[in-house]
C-alpha cells in the first residue's frame, strides 16, 4: 500500500519549478526530458509536448530501469 501511496503523492506534485534536463546530444526527434523529485523521484516527459502526459517514478522504480538499461533488458535481439 506504501507504493500506492507514494505513486499518488508523486502525481499531486507541482511541476512548474522543476528544471527539465536531457541528453546533451540528443535531437529533437529522439528527446525525453526528466526532472528530479524529492525522494530520488523522476519525472519523464516528452518535450514536444510540454504540457502533455508527464510520467513520474518513485526512486525505486526508477533505480530498477536504469539497473535494466545498464544491464541490457531493454537491448534488441540482435537480428532486428
Known amino acids: 500500500m506504501a507504493h500506492v501511496t507514494a505513486k ?10 522543476v528544471t527539465w534536463l536531457s541528453a ?3 535531437t529533437p526527434n529522439d528527446r525525453l526530458e526528466i526532472a528530479k523529485l524529492p525522494g530520488g ?4 516527459r516528452n518535450p ?9 517514478y518513485t526512486a ?3 533505480e530498477a530501469f536504469t539497473l535494466g538499461v545498464r544491464d541490457g ?3 534488441l535481439p540482435s537480428d532486428t
Not at 41 to 44: E, F, G, Q, R, S
Open 8 to 17: 499518488a503523492e508523486l502525481y499531486e506534485l507541482d511541476l512548474s519549478d
Open 24 to 26: 546533451p546530444d540528443s
Open 41 to 44: 523521484a523522476v519525472a519523464l
Open 48 to 56: 514536444a509536448d510540454p504540457n502533455g502526459t508527464v510520467l513520474r
Open 60 to 62: 525505486a522504480e526508477w
Open 73 to 75: 533488458e531493454f537491448d
